[in-house]
């Protein structure tokens, strides 16, 4: 193969290339239908011609007819006329009608086979016509269906790349380090003006009372709180009065004796309280 004919070869594949890759499915489909259409429209003058020349030759057919069925309406007349001459004549010119409508029969039956072939032809082309229309159709919606999907496996492929993350990443300890560092210079403001100190002390206080209410609280809640001192009084001057031991009293519910107090008063010697307290009643 000579130089110029591989560069010949070279340039032709080159421009198909370009002619594939530039090739857009819409328009091409849009461009073939409009071709089709006016080949449609052809095929229609055509078809159209075709029928006028079959109702002409059935026309000629007719009037040959006609002119046959006239010559021997003609040649009857002379024949009644007594003139069998002219009755020949007119029988021979009859017989030429008869022949020529002959043949326009002939011819208007194969033109009348024609356009119905034609016609045949002509619908199974508007019937391809209107396919390729709803194929047109279907296959941009694929087309551009394809197209969205493209479109989100390139920004797929996109969000793949680390370097987006990357970015997310870096940015999120930016400002995690200006957070830092806004509430570093917050507390050094405060340690420089003395309020920081002061803030804690507050804070533990008021943390502190509020454990001490939250446990008074409970042991109320409980019946572990100690009794008043001024209503033990009375229990000790009746026992002393009877000079016996203090019987345990009867267990109530919310109580504030447990069973080891109890215990305790029942073991307590009140001898000498007994004596203590009846000097002051002889006085």
């Not at 533990?204 to 033990?232: H, Q, V, Y």
């Not at 009746?238 to 000079?243: D, H, R």
């Amino acid at each position: 193969m000579g130089i110029f004919s591989r560069l010949g070869t070279l340039i032709k594949s080159n421009l198909n290339d370009l002619i594939t890759k530039a090739e857009d499915p819409e328009k091409m489909l849009n461009q073939v239908l409009l071709e089709m259409q006016q080949q449609l429209v052809e095929a229609k003058k055509s078809v159209a011609v075709a029928i006028a020349d079959e109702k002409k030759l059935q026309k000629q057919y007719n009037a040959e007819l006609d002119k046959s069925k006239e010559w021997e309406r003609k040649a009857m007349v002379a024949v009644r006329a007594g003139d069998d001459g002219l009755a020949r004549q007119a029988l021979s010119r009859k017989q030429e009608h008869e022949t020529i409508a002959t043949q326009f029969q002939q011819q208007w039956i194969a033109q009348k086979q024609a356009v119905e072939k034609l016609k045949d032809a002509l619908r199974l082309l508007n019937n391809k016509i209107e396919e390729a229309k709803r194929k047109k159709n279907i296959l941009i919606a694929r087309k551009k269906r394809a197209e969205a999907q493209q479109q989100i496996a390139n920004t797929m492929q996109g969000l793949g790349d680390t370097s987006a993350f990357d970015t997310f990443d870096r940015m999120a300890d930016r400002i995690a380090l200006m957070e830092a560092e806004a509430e570093a210079g917050q507390e050094l403001a405060g340690e420089l003006s003395g309020e920081t100190l002061e803030a804690k002390f507050l804070s533990l206080e008021a943390a502190g009372g509020a454990e001490e209410d939250a446990l008074s609280e409970l042991k109320a809640k409980m019946g572990l709180l100690e009794a008043p001192k001024a209503s033990a009084a009375p229990q000790l001057q009746s026992g002393a009065a009877g000079s016996a031991p203090v019987a345990a009293p009867p267990a109530e519910t919310g109580s504030s004796l447990t069973a080891e107090d109890m215990k305790e008063l029942e073991d307590l010697d009140l001898s000498e309280l007994e004596k203590e307290i009846k000097p002051d009643k002889a006085t």
